[in-house]
């Protein structure tokens, strides 16, 4: 009976770390995606792509939105060598169910270097909304040149986590609405 009960517990513990594995790995997955997917665009200057990936929420709460996404295919100089990947950088997920309604965000940090400079991007996105789906896409980036940056942290933004698109230039002591 012993060994009976013990059997279970090890099985029980390794379905749920591996469920959690499971969910680390996806968590740095979407990250990744949609980091490839942004970097893609920069690389093509296509700003239309990285308003698609937007909510909806995003693109109504940010007055300059448009010119945001062309502010920000600009401003990313250079070919792209290398980046980093959710995992290296870090990613956090945030969980919410209320009323039987799941929402879940995901937070992730990214380092892209190319031939003329090295920046650092926050994303926040959402990737479950069952309350509201508006809210379903990319809520913010962040990104600033790693000269502006103490390199010692993970970028995080500016921390106000403003929905939109925010480009923190070297003379600036907030990011651009």
Not at 33 to 58: G, H, M, R, Y
Request: charge should be negative.
């Amino acid at each position: 009976m012993a060994l009976i009960v013990a059997s279970s517990f090890f099985l029980n513990s390794c379905a749920l770390s591996n469920s959690s594995n499971t969910m680390i790995t996806d968590n740095n997955k979407v990250a990744d995606e949609t980091f490839i997917q942004l970097i893609q665009a920069i690389e093509s200057k296509d700003d239309s792509l990285i308003k698609a990936d937007f909510s909806i929420t995003a693109h109504s709460e940010q007055v300059n939105f448009d010119e945001m996404a062309l502010k920000l295919v600009e401003f990313v100089q250079g070919e792209v060598i290398s980046y980093t990947s959710a995992e290296e950088s870090g990613v956090g997920a945030e969980y919410k169910k209320e009323n039987g309604k799941m929402r879940k965000m995901i937070q992730s940090s990214f380092c892209v270097e190319t031939t003329e400079n090295k920046y650092y991007i926050a994303i926040k996105e959402c990737v479950i909304d069952e309350k509201n789906n508006n809210n379903v896409g990319l809520m913010s980036i962040y990104i600033i040149e790693a000269k502006n940056w103490d390199e010692g942290y993970v970028y995080r933004g500016d921390g106000l986590q403003e929905l939109g698109i925010h480009i923190v230039e070297q003379d600036e002591e907030d990011s651009t609405n």
